[in-house]
Protein backbone atom coordinates (compact mmCIF):
# COMPACT_ATOMS: atom_id res chain seq x y z
CA UNK A 1 0.00 0.00 0.00
CA UNK A 2 1.38 3.69 -1.16
CA UNK A 3 1.26 5.73 1.65
CA UNK A 4 0.20 9.50 0.69
CA UNK A 5 3.60 10.77 1.64
CA UNK A 6 5.47 9.00 -1.01
CA UNK A 7 3.43 9.80 -3.81
CA UNK A 8 5.75 12.41 -6.18
CA UNK A 9 3.23 13.54 -8.77
CA UNK A 10 -0.29 13.73 -8.26
CA UNK A 11 -3.12 14.04 -11.68
CA UNK A 12 -6.77 14.52 -10.67
CA UNK A 13 -8.90 14.47 -13.48
CA UNK A 14 -6.79 16.40 -15.40
CA UNK A 15 -8.06 17.11 -19.61
CA UNK A 16 -6.19 18.90 -22.13
CA UNK A 17 -7.98 20.83 -24.93
CA UNK A 18 -6.09 22.96 -28.09
CA UNK A 19 -8.00 25.39 -29.71
CA UNK A 20 -6.49 26.16 -32.78
CA UNK A 21 -8.32 28.67 -35.91
CA UNK A 22 -12.53 27.63 -33.93
CA UNK A 23 -11.63 23.77 -34.12
CA UNK A 24 -11.16 22.48 -30.39
CA UNK A 25 -9.24 19.30 -30.23
CA UNK A 26 -9.61 17.64 -26.81
CA UNK A 27 -6.06 15.52 -26.47
CA UNK A 28 -6.68 14.62 -22.80
CA UNK A 29 -9.73 13.74 -21.76
CA UNK A 30 -9.83 13.19 -17.95
CA UNK A 31 -6.98 11.11 -16.73
CA UNK A 32 -5.95 10.41 -12.98
CA UNK A 33 -2.26 9.49 -12.07
CA UNK A 34 0.05 9.07 -9.41
CA UNK A 35 4.06 8.29 -9.18
CA UNK A 36 5.43 6.90 -6.11
CA UNK A 37 8.82 6.92 -4.84
CA UNK A 38 10.64 3.97 -6.40
CA UNK A 39 8.20 3.33 -8.46
CA UNK A 40 8.47 2.78 -12.34
CA UNK A 41 5.44 3.18 -14.63
CA UNK A 42 5.40 3.20 -18.44
CA UNK A 43 2.81 5.31 -20.31
CA UNK A 44 2.80 4.24 -24.10
CA UNK A 45 0.31 5.16 -26.83
CA UNK A 46 0.40 5.49 -31.00
CA UNK A 47 1.51 8.47 -32.11
CA UNK A 48 -0.64 11.50 -31.52
CA UNK A 49 -2.44 9.65 -28.52
CA UNK A 50 -1.74 12.40 -26.27
CA UNK A 51 1.89 11.47 -24.65
CA UNK A 52 4.10 14.24 -24.70
CA UNK A 53 1.03 16.47 -23.93
CA UNK A 54 0.58 14.45 -20.94
CA UNK A 55 4.17 14.39 -19.88
CA UNK A 56 4.38 18.16 -19.88
CA UNK A 57 1.24 18.70 -17.84
CA UNK A 58 3.09 15.61 -15.11
CA UNK A 59 5.87 18.13 -15.37
CA UNK A 60 4.41 21.25 -14.68
CA UNK A 61 5.24 22.40 -18.01
CA UNK A 62 2.17 23.23 -19.23
CA UNK A 63 -1.58 23.59 -17.58
CA UNK A 64 -4.45 21.22 -17.92
CA UNK A 65 -7.62 22.68 -19.49
CA UNK A 66 -9.56 20.59 -16.33
CA UNK A 67 -8.25 19.27 -13.45
CA UNK A 68 -5.33 19.58 -11.23
CA UNK A 69 -1.38 18.32 -11.16
CA UNK A 70 0.40 18.44 -7.58
CA UNK A 71 3.69 17.66 -7.11
CA UNK A 72 5.16 16.79 -3.39
CA UNK A 73 1.38 17.29 -2.50
CA UNK A 74 1.66 21.50 -3.88
CA UNK A 75 -0.34 22.43 -7.00
CA UNK A 76 1.90 23.35 -9.89
CA UNK A 77 -1.20 26.00 -10.51
CA UNK A 78 -1.01 27.72 -7.21
CA UNK A 79 3.06 28.02 -7.83
CA UNK A 80 4.65 31.33 -9.63
CA UNK A 81 6.19 30.81 -12.38
CA UNK A 82 9.71 30.95 -10.55
CA UNK A 83 8.58 28.54 -7.62
CA UNK A 84 7.47 26.27 -10.36
CA UNK A 85 11.01 26.57 -12.11
CA UNK A 86 12.83 25.74 -8.67
CA UNK A 87 10.22 22.92 -7.76
CA UNK A 88 10.90 21.29 -11.44
CA UNK A 89 15.49 21.85 -10.29
CA UNK A 90 14.72 20.23 -7.24
CA UNK A 91 12.42 17.28 -7.45
CA UNK A 92 12.75 16.21 -11.39
CA UNK A 93 14.61 15.33 -14.13
CA UNK A 94 14.21 15.26 -17.48
CA UNK A 95 15.73 13.26 -20.49
CA UNK A 96 14.10 13.45 -23.80
CA UNK A 97 14.09 11.64 -27.34
CA UNK A 98 16.64 13.81 -28.67
CA UNK A 99 18.79 14.80 -25.88
CA UNK A 100 18.70 18.21 -25.84
CA UNK A 101 22.45 18.69 -24.78
CA UNK A 102 23.64 22.20 -25.34
CA UNK A 103 26.48 21.17 -28.72
CA UNK A 104 28.89 23.85 -27.16
CA UNK A 105 29.40 22.53 -23.49
CA UNK A 106 31.57 19.80 -22.97
CA UNK A 107 29.61 16.62 -21.29
CA UNK A 108 31.06 17.63 -17.85
CA UNK A 109 29.72 21.02 -18.29
CA UNK A 110 26.04 19.49 -19.47
CA UNK A 111 26.31 17.12 -16.55
CA UNK A 112 26.58 20.05 -14.34
CA UNK A 113 23.65 22.33 -15.60
CA UNK A 114 20.98 21.85 -13.46
CA UNK A 115 23.79 22.44 -10.41
CA UNK A 116 24.70 25.99 -11.95
CA UNK A 117 20.57 26.74 -12.16
CA UNK A 118 20.51 26.32 -8.58
CA UNK A 119 24.04 28.40 -8.18
CA UNK A 120 25.52 25.87 -6.31
CA UNK A 121 29.78 26.13 -6.20
CA UNK A 122 31.15 25.51 -9.43
CA UNK A 123 33.62 22.88 -7.71
CA UNK A 124 30.77 21.09 -5.46
CA UNK A 125 29.19 20.76 -9.33
CA UNK A 126 32.09 19.51 -11.13
CA UNK A 127 32.38 17.03 -8.60
CA UNK A 128 29.02 16.17 -8.45
CA UNK A 129 29.04 15.38 -12.54
CA UNK A 130 32.19 13.69 -12.35
CA UNK A 131 30.55 11.04 -10.23
CA UNK A 132 27.70 10.74 -11.91
CA UNK A 133 29.21 10.62 -15.56
CA UNK A 134 31.63 7.73 -14.26
CA UNK A 135 27.97 5.83 -12.94
CA UNK A 136 26.84 6.18 -16.32
CA UNK A 137 30.33 4.69 -17.89
CA UNK A 138 31.63 8.10 -19.24
CA UNK A 139 34.37 8.69 -16.90
CA UNK A 140 36.74 8.44 -20.45
CA UNK A 141 34.74 11.09 -22.19
CA UNK A 142 33.90 14.14 -19.63
CA UNK A 143 35.86 16.57 -22.24
CA UNK A 144 33.58 15.55 -25.17
CA UNK A 145 31.55 17.82 -26.85
CA UNK A 146 28.00 15.93 -27.76
CA UNK A 147 28.76 15.79 -31.28
CA UNK A 148 31.56 13.91 -30.38
CA UNK A 149 30.19 11.29 -29.00
CA UNK A 150 27.74 8.34 -29.88
CA UNK A 151 23.58 8.67 -29.89
CA UNK A 152 24.26 6.81 -26.30
CA UNK A 153 26.93 8.62 -25.05
CA UNK A 154 24.41 11.22 -25.43
CA UNK A 155 21.58 9.64 -23.79
CA UNK A 156 24.21 8.65 -21.01
CA UNK A 157 25.06 11.98 -20.80
CA UNK A 158 21.29 13.10 -20.47
CA UNK A 159 20.73 10.51 -17.99
CA UNK A 160 23.46 11.94 -15.83
CA UNK A 161 21.81 15.56 -15.98
CA UNK A 162 19.04 14.52 -15.12
CA UNK A 163 19.91 12.56 -11.76
CA UNK A 164 22.40 14.79 -10.92
CA UNK A 165 20.36 16.65 -8.37
CA UNK A 166 19.36 13.63 -6.55
CA UNK A 167 15.75 14.29 -7.61
CA UNK A 168 12.53 12.08 -6.50
CA UNK A 169 11.59 11.40 -10.08
CA UNK A 170 12.76 11.35 -13.53
CA UNK A 171 10.53 11.82 -16.16
CA UNK A 172 11.79 10.45 -19.81
CA UNK A 173 10.10 11.12 -23.23
CA UNK A 174 11.11 8.23 -25.84
CA UNK A 175 14.33 8.61 -24.24
CA UNK A 176 15.77 5.60 -26.32
CA UNK A 177 13.65 6.20 -29.48
CA UNK A 178 16.50 7.48 -32.11
CA UNK A 179 18.59 4.53 -30.48
CA UNK A 180 19.35 0.97 -32.57
CA UNK A 181 17.95 -1.67 -30.55
CA UNK A 182 21.17 -2.64 -29.16
CA UNK A 183 22.01 0.54 -27.68
CA UNK A 184 18.19 1.52 -26.56
CA UNK A 185 18.38 -1.54 -24.61
CA UNK A 186 22.13 -0.70 -22.63
CA UNK A 187 20.50 2.77 -22.00
CA UNK A 188 17.17 1.85 -20.87
CA UNK A 189 18.83 -0.54 -17.71
CA UNK A 190 21.16 1.83 -16.82
CA UNK A 191 18.34 4.02 -16.34
CA UNK A 192 16.14 1.50 -14.46
CA UNK A 193 19.13 0.57 -12.18
CA UNK A 194 20.85 3.89 -11.45
CA UNK A 195 16.96 4.73 -11.01
CA UNK A 196 16.72 1.80 -8.53
CA UNK A 197 19.51 2.82 -6.90
CA UNK A 198 18.84 6.24 -6.23
CA UNK A 199 15.41 5.63 -4.92
CA UNK A 200 13.80 7.62 -8.05
CA UNK A 201 10.64 7.32 -8.98
CA UNK A 202 10.73 7.15 -13.05
CA UNK A 203 8.23 7.60 -15.56
CA UNK A 204 8.98 6.70 -19.44
CA UNK A 205 6.50 7.31 -22.52
CA UNK A 206 7.57 5.17 -24.95
CA UNK A 207 6.12 2.94 -28.29
CA UNK A 208 8.13 0.29 -27.36
CA UNK A 209 5.84 -2.46 -25.47
CA UNK A 210 9.54 -5.07 -24.74
CA UNK A 211 10.77 -1.90 -22.57
CA UNK A 212 7.41 -0.68 -21.19
CA UNK A 213 7.36 -4.46 -19.73
CA UNK A 214 10.85 -3.54 -18.00
CA UNK A 215 8.43 -1.20 -15.07
CA UNK A 216 6.28 -1.79 -12.56
CA UNK A 217 2.88 -0.67 -14.32
CA UNK A 218 1.93 0.45 -17.99
CA UNK A 219 -0.74 2.81 -18.91
CA UNK A 220 -2.08 2.72 -22.89
CA UNK A 221 -2.95 5.97 -23.64
CA UNK A 222 -6.04 5.84 -26.02
CA UNK A 223 -8.08 8.94 -27.42
CA UNK A 224 -7.52 10.61 -24.39
CA UNK A 225 -7.89 7.77 -21.62
CA UNK A 226 -5.94 5.15 -19.68
CA UNK A 227 -6.29 1.59 -20.25
CA UNK A 228 -4.60 -0.23 -17.59
CA UNK A 229 -2.21 -2.74 -18.04
CA UNK A 230 -1.92 -4.24 -14.94
CA UNK A 231 -3.70 -7.34 -15.43
CA UNK A 232 -2.71 -7.95 -19.21
N1 LIG B 1 0.56 23.06 -28.86
C1 LIG B 1 -0.34 22.34 -29.54
N2 LIG B 1 -1.32 22.95 -30.26
C2 LIG B 1 -2.23 22.22 -30.92
N3 LIG B 1 -2.28 20.89 -30.94
C3 LIG B 1 -1.34 20.23 -30.28
C4 LIG B 1 -0.31 20.91 -29.52
N4 LIG B 1 0.48 19.99 -28.94
C5 LIG B 1 -0.01 18.79 -29.30
N5 LIG B 1 -1.10 18.93 -30.09
C6 LIG B 1 -1.89 17.83 -30.65
O1 LIG B 1 -2.16 16.88 -29.65
C7 LIG B 1 -2.08 15.56 -30.17
C8 LIG B 1 -1.13 14.73 -29.29
O2 LIG B 1 0.21 15.20 -29.48
P1 LIG B 1 1.42 14.61 -28.62
O3 LIG B 1 2.64 15.32 -29.05
O4 LIG B 1 1.06 14.67 -27.20
O5 LIG B 1 1.41 13.10 -29.11
P2 LIG B 1 2.43 11.91 -28.76
O6 LIG B 1 1.60 10.78 -28.24
O7 LIG B 1 3.52 12.41 -27.89
O8 LIG B 1 2.98 11.53 -30.19
P3 LIG B 1 4.46 10.99 -30.62
O9 LIG B 1 4.50 9.54 -30.23
O10 LIG B 1 4.45 11.15 -32.10
O11 LIG B 1 5.50 11.83 -29.93
C9 LIG B 1 -1.66 15.67 -31.62
O12 LIG B 1 -2.80 15.50 -32.40
C10 LIG B 1 -1.12 17.08 -31.73
O13 LIG B 1 -1.39 17.62 -32.98
MG1 LIG C 1 5.59 12.63 -28.14
Do not use: W
Not at 88 to 105: D, I
Not at 125 to 154: F, N
Amino acid sequence: MTKSSDIIIEASNITRTFAEGGLKTEVIKGIDFTLSQNEKVAIIGSSGSGKTTLLQMLAGLDQPTSGKVSLHGQDFARMSESKRGKMRNEHMGFVYQFHFLLPELTALENAMLPLRVRRAAPGFAEAEAKEILDKVGLSSRIHHKPSELSGGERQRVAIARALITKPSCVLADEPTGNLDDHAAQQVFDLMLTLNEEMNTGLLVVTHDMKRAQQMDRQYQLVEGHFQNHDEA
